[in-house]
């Protein structure tokens, strides 16, 4: 039993960092960001990158491969902001559904862009995160589980002052809440949109890396997966709520681990899709969401 | 759009396309088994075309390659040898993508080219949508590398296996397991027809083996974490996990069974049999064990091949590339002794061909159009992380 919480609590720190990403750029823009599980895969295949390029890295364990994530974070979120400012932006006042189009479309262009630089084989990667295994209460815990999941926990207390604290993120707060107003009071909109995209993106990348040095195996499919489920994650806390994506994922995480240890490995996405349908139907705002009041 | 969407909940602005998207996928997937028997039949002069359709993109785009080169190599040396019935060799490919889908049009494309005869065939789940296809057509098939038992029990006329069945190659697991005492043993697929077909093979063979399976679970390809797997499999006290998916997956499953302190044997099936198993796994490769066709550089006499090949392609063969050499090798010799390139006298020639030489033995279809000699063996993963032999089960 402890075993499957443990288990779930690490792959729902994956999820949940995806998930915020993707969260926060549907809180601000209503968009919901498809390319942003292919940013997840980009930032896997930067780290790839930057560790056989700079061949001391490899060895350097644990301080080496924070470093490397750091470089593909910045890359990632770069990254991010541009495919807002190309594909995004200029469809800003069209109808929700062009942008979700090209948001499937970029999805693609990512993912067969990096099969073309790397080919279509899985990528095996420079440096894997090794160490002891701990035990206690019969259930088993990794030491590499350990730093991620505190990586992970890191990077999302960060974001929460980020967006609670700072200007920025009161101006955040403030678009997601009414654009035209906040833009009234004097806030620059495109400004602060970029910034939502590069944090996302950002986060999104810090992920792939983790999830590379983790399981040591990258391919250029890898971000879909997790695409949905961050989107799934995101919708069962609460789309557009921090707090509901990093709760969202961690409770998929969770559903998950109980769902296949009960039905067999084969219905983890089932169950996963499941639940999202049923919370579509019966809470769309999700657990931690507020209800929509519909603005006439 | 009428403004009337605009005030639409956002839930079914989403939905709306993927729903749509599906449906066109499924209306194009239904379309294209219609287009079967459409090609014309084989010119009577110009070269004979024999068509492959093999994963040339996709999680199993290594393959192909592999494939497309043995292919190569036969046609190469058969035509520098004078070509078939007068008439030279041409290879044509279509990328199956390990897909259903795409294996249909791939198979179509062929037809529609005039392709003579089918070598090829990696993925079970991708060659069984075609065989109808190529039935209609009257082209008869040797497929090299997919051995589903669902190949055979479809029970069609052309079609032909030159590799060992999962029945044969289930055999070969037990009968190692039971010859080195691990009489409790756990069964891991991925869920794609080729590891399903394997799993249950040895599922229903193990009782007559001496072994019990204790654990029979299948996970979803395409994830990175098995941990629910895994767990399953140390508490299940198997003496011995036998994995019939392909090799990224079983990499990763490999790693994290280690990882979860699991002390047992590890065996995998001929999918994960490549030298990126290893690399994907780390480590936690060391003693893992295969079930799998010979491949060259197990083979005794097998240098000169290597080295034409090597010579040829400017890399080392990879997996399946002999077995594709033999199917066309096997095609070419049909053909000649058919004394046509007529499906039915082709497939008839086939029928009646006996102990042609091949890799893995002597070459005579049973009565199923399968091997009648299995031809796996055990390897091992090498110091350098390819497989190599290290029982071949003779005795």
């Given at each position: 039993m402890l075993q499957l919480v443990i288990d779930g609590l690490f792959v729902g720190s994956f999820y949940a960092l995806v998930a915020l990403g993707y969260s926060m750029v549907y809180g601000i823009?209503?968009?919901?960001?498809?390319a942003h599980g292919d940013i997840y895969m980009v930032g896997a295949f930067t780290g790839l990158v930057v560790f056989s390029t700079v061949s001391?890295?490899?060895?350097?364990g644990i301080l080496s491969i924070l470093l490397v994530m750091l470089i593909a974070m910045i890359f990632t979120g770069l990254l991010g902001v541009g495919i807002e400012r190309i594909a995004y932006r200029p469809l800003r006042?069209?109808?929700r559904l062009a942008v979700l189009i090209t948001a499937v479309g970029m999805s693609f262009i990512l993912e067969y862009g990096v099969r073309q630089i790397f080919g279509p084989n899985p990528q095996v990667y420079g440096a894997r995160l090794e160490g002891a295994t701990l035990s206690f209460l019969d259930a088993r815990i990794t030491l590499p589980q350990i730093v991620l999941m505190v990586v992970a926990a890191a990077l999302m207390v960060v974001l929460n002052l980020y967006i609670m604290r700072s200007r920025d993120g009161r101006a955040m707060r403030a678009i997601a809440l009414d654009p035209q107003g906040a833009q009234l009071m004097g806030v620059n909109v495109d400004k602060v949109i970029s910034r939502t995209f590069f944090i996302g993106s950002a986060l999104a990348g810090a992920a792939g890396v983790m999830a590379g040095a983790y399981y040591g195996s990258i391919d250029f499919l890898m971000g879909f997966v997790i695409g949905l489920k961050a989107f799934t994650a995101a919708v069962i806390g609460g789309i557009g709520n921090l707090y509901g994506a990093m709760l969202g994922g961690i409770v998929l995480g969770l559903l998950e681990a109980f769902g296949t240890h009960w039905l067999?490995?084969?219905?983890r996405d089932v169950f996963s899709f499941a639940c999202l349908i049923l919370f579509l139907s019966?809470?769309?705002?999700?657990?931690?969401?507020?209800?929509v009041v519909e603005r006439m | 759009m009428s403004t009337r969407s605009t005030r639409r909940s956002s839930w079914r602005t989403v939905f709306a396309p993927i729903a749509l998207a599906a449906t066109a996928v499924l209306t194009l997937a239904g379309c294209s088994g219609?287009?079967?028997?459409?090609g014309d039949a084989?010119?009577?002069?110009g070269p004979i075309k024999l068509g492959m359709a093999a994963?040339?993109?996709?999680?199993?785009?290594?393959?192909g390659p592999y494939m497309q080169n043995g292919a190569q190599l036969a046609i190469d040396e058969i035509n520098a040898a004078g070509g078939v019935l007068g008439r030279q060799l041409e290879l044509v490919t279509a990328d199956d993508a390990c897909d259903a889908t795409s294996a249909t049009a791939a198979a179509n494309k062929l037809v529609t080219d005039g392709i003579v005869a089918s070598v090829g065939g990696y993925c079970s789940g991708a060659t069984l949508p075609t065989l109808p296809i190529f039935e209609a057509a009257n082209i008869p098939m040797v497929i090299p590398a997919a051995n589903s038992n669902e190949l055979v029990k479809?029970?069609?006329?052309?079609v032909f296996l030159i590799n060992g069945t999962g029945t044969q190659q289930a055999e070969a697991a037990i009968k190692y397991a039971a010859k080195e005492g691990l009489t409790n043993i756990a069964l891991l697929d991925d869920n794609t027809d080729y590891a399903k077909d394997l799993a249950n093979s040895v599922a229903s063979q193990a009782a007559d083996g001496g072994v019990t399976v204790v654990l029979q679970d299948s996970v979803n390809a395409g994830?990175?974490?098995y941990a629910a797997a895994v767990n399953k499999i140390v508490s299940s006290g198997a003496q011995l996990l036998y994995w019939t998916g392909y090799y990224q997956e079983g990499g990763l499953i490999v790693s994290q069974l280690k990882a979860a302190g699991y002390t047992g044997q590890i065996m995998v099936g001929d999918g994960s049999v490549d030298a990126k198993f290893a690399e994907i796994a780390g480590p936690a490769a060391d003693g893992v064990l295969g079930t799998f066709t010979q491949t060259p550089d197990m083979l005794e006499g097998a240098e000169t091949w290597i080295s034409d090949y090597t010579e040829k392609f400017g890399a080392a063969p990879g997996p399946y590339s002999t077995q594709s050499y033999d199917a066309v090798r096997v095609v070419a010799e049909a053909i000649t002794n058919a004394g046509t390139t007529d499906g039915e006298a082709v497939i008839t020639a086939l029928e009646g061909?006996?102990?042609?030489?091949i890799f893995s033995g002597s070459l005579t279809f049973s009565?199923?159009?399968?091997?009648?000699?299995?031809g796996f063996a055990i390897v091992t993963v090498g110091p350098d992380g390819t497989f190599v032999l290290k029982d071949d089960l003779k005795s």
């Open positions: 823009i209503k968009l919901l960001n498809f001391g890295l490899a060895g350097g006042k069209s109808p067999g490995g084969q219905w019966f809470r769309p705002t999700g657990i931690l969401g507020a209800r | 219609g287009l079967a028997g459409g084989a010119s009577e002069d994963p040339f993109s996709g999680s199993e785009s290594a393959f479809a029970g069609l006329n052309n994830e990175s974490d061909l006996k102990d042609f030489p009565p199923e159009h399968t091997l009648t000699e299995g």
